[in-house]
């Protein structure tokens, strides 16, 4: 059985695991969450930096852990297996950016086919972060989650800190030398499954799987994707 440690992605937090822990302890696995830094904790978001939450994962990791990340997530995931390599088992992309060193997760999201965010966010006064308007949130993450879920989610979201989205993150063989796997959402309408198909190329065929679910298959179906990471983990 493995170890995981879920991560989550903009604007959420550990809650959002709530239905795939146990999902998975079902089924043997030990499963850990975390809050990232900045995200609900009253913090002002202009001080925190990308290298805190990377350090965030690793305190919560241990050498077998494989590592989940959630759309932003993919940015202190690696981040983390570039500082800390030997202190990770693996990682797993679930619809999430796969960095590209020398870019920033916004220059990424810039650089993508399609802006699925337009119009959708909204930034504080000080411009240090962003809300997704409560108008647009549950077409873009949760347009096939139960209606139950998608109260508890609105209840829950919270500001999400720009700067670690804007710092350009530096990868290197640190980093390459950590196995990867990847989970494609074929209907996420907030990184474009086209976008997903394309940073998931880089890696080995055997390794990239697909959901057919949107941005948040931890609730659109938390048991289909507690088997998948079962599985890849097997491969780790």
Same mark, same amino acid.
């Given at each position: 059985?493995?170890e995981?440690l879920?991560?989550?992605g903009?604007?959420?937090?550990a809650?959002c695991?709530?239905d795939?822990?146990p999902?998975?302890? !079902?089924? %043997?696995h030990?499963?850990r969450?975390?809050?990232l830094?900045?995200?609900g904790?009253g913090?002002d978001?202009?001080?925190i930096?990308?290298a805190?939450t ?9 050498p077998d852990?494989?590592?989940?990340g959630?759309?932003w997530a %993919?940015f202190? @995931?690696?981040a !983390?297996?570039e500082a #800390?390599?030997d202190?990770l =088992? #693996?990682l797993?992309?679930l619809?999430?950016? @796969?960095p590209?060193s020398?870019l920033?997760?916004?220059g ?5 086919? =399609?802006q699925?965010l337009t %119009?959708a966010t909204?930034?504080?006064a ?8 409560a108008?647009?949130?549950p ?5 096939d989650c139960p ?6 989610a609105l209840?829950h979201?919270c500001?999400?800190? @720009?700067p670690?989205?804007d ?5 290197g063989? =640190?980093?390459? %030398?950590v196995p990867k !796997?990847y989970i =494609?959402? &074929?209907q996420d309408?907030?990184i474009?499954p ?6 998931a190329?880089q890696l080995p065929?055997?390794r990239?799987f697909?959901?057919? &679910?949107?941005?948040?298959?931890f609730? !659109? ?5 507690a088997?998948?990471?079962?599985? @890849?983990?097997?491969?780790?």
């Amino acid at each position: 059985m493995a170890e995981f440690l879920l991560v989550h992605g903009s604007c959420h937090g550990a809650w959002c695991w709530r239905d795939v822990v146990p999902a998975l302890e !079902a089924r %043997g696995h030990t499963a850990r969450t975390l809050t990232l830094p900045g995200h609900g904790d009253g913090r002002d978001p202009a001080g925190i930096t990308l290298a805190e939450t990377a350090e965030a994962v690793l305190a919560a990791s241990t050498p077998d852990t494989i590592v989940l990340g959630h759309s932003w997530a %993919g940015f202190p @995931i690696s981040a !983390a297996a570039e500082a #800390g390599p030997d202190r990770l =088992r #693996g990682l797993i992309y679930l619809c999430s950016y @796969i960095p590209v060193s020398g870019l920033s997760l916004i220059g990424m999201r810039k650089a993508g086919p =399609r802006q699925t965010l337009t %119009g959708a966010t909204a930034k504080n006064a000080a411009g240090t972060s962003y809300s997704f308007v409560a108008e647009t949130a549950p077409e873009l993450f949760y347009h096939d989650c139960p209606a139950e879920t998608v109260e508890f989610a609105l209840e829950h979201l919270c500001p999400q800190p @720009i700067p670690p989205q804007d710092t350009p993150i530096r990868l290197g063989d =640190r980093f390459e %030398g950590v196995p990867k !796997a990847y989970i =494609r959402c &074929t209907q996420d309408r907030v990184i474009p499954p086209e976008y997903q198909a394309q940073m998931a190329a880089q890696l080995p065929p055997q390794r990239v799987f697909e959901m057919q &679910t949107s941005h948040s298959p931890f609730f !659109a179906d938390p048991e289909g994707l507690a088997d998948l990471i079962g599985h @890849i983990a097997k491969d780790f």
